[in-house]
């Protein structure tokens, strides 16, 4: 079966586009330690793409504490969630998308411990918003334990819960911005970066398949098309 690779040209485009956004932090200085078993796993899964069936490459090894490997792997989306958004910061603005959304009639509000009150916010400021929330949690020792420490209850929820609004951000990248990605020569690694998504929130249950209504025909697509390879 063909793995998912993008383009160099694609990558190249991805990764170097709009570096100057200064409240996008460098992917060097990730929030979780180098030397913790969950930055190590990530740094295994990042040498598998390309190289392995996406499905297959999610799932969970055999040996490995499920929670450290879901969140090696969460590592691995939220970074490329952090290129997909740095990727459109120059088309996705307040003036071209002043509401955070997939489509006409789907919009989506935010809300967290600080301000529980759901608030209307611009596309952008959801995705900084987002950004900023997720290398919250990664850094906070007590719900992401670096030094191999049992993982809290609150770990998994949490995980969900951003990986819901994770979606959110694919979905708005697609319906409104998927020709800036063709233009730029980024749909190949965004589709490659959405089917790991996909595959990583099925395998364990993050994200339904109701909550990605929005982009319903493309999950179905791309199920069907790894079915047709010879996928479970």
Not at 156 to 180: G, Q, S
Not at 195 to 218: A, N
Request: some cysteine; glycine content about 6%; charged content about 20%.
């Amino acid at each position: 079966a063909t793995a998912c690779k993008p383009t160099p040209s694609a990558m190249a485009a991805m990764n170097t586009t709009n570096h100057h956004q200064g409240w996008l932090r460098s992917m060097a200085m990730m929030p979780i330690p180098a030397h913790s078993g969950i930055y190590k796993l990530h740094l295994q899964a990042k040498e598998s793409l390309g190289t392995a069936e996406v499905r297959d490459s999610v799932r969970l090894p055999v040996g490995i504490d499920r929670n450290e490997w879901i969140a090696s792997e969460f590592l691995g989306r939220f970074e490329q969630l952090c290129h997909m958004v740095n990727a459109i910061s120059d088309v996705c603005s307040e003036s071209t998308c002043p509401k955070m959304c997939a489509g006409k009639h789907t919009s989506y509000n935010w809300a967290d411990e600080k301000q529980p009150a759901p608030r209307a916010t611009s596309a952008p400021d959801y995705m900084r918003t987002l950004v900023m929330y997720t290398e919250d949690f990664l850094s906070d020792q007590t719900l992401v334990p670096g030094d191999g420490s049992p993982f809290p209850p609150a770990f998994l929820p949490m995980v969900k819960r951003l990986c819901k609004r994770f979606f959110r951000v694919y979905a708005h990248a697609y319906i409104h911005h998927f020709e800036d990605f063709q233009h730029f020569g980024g749909e190949a690694h965004l589709n490659c970066s959405f089917k790991h998504f996909l595959y990583f929130v099925l395998e364990f249950d993050l994200v339904d398949l109701d909550t990605m209504q929005p982009l319903s025909g493309l999950v179905k697509k791309f199920l069907e098309q790894d079915q047709s390879k010879g996928g479970r």
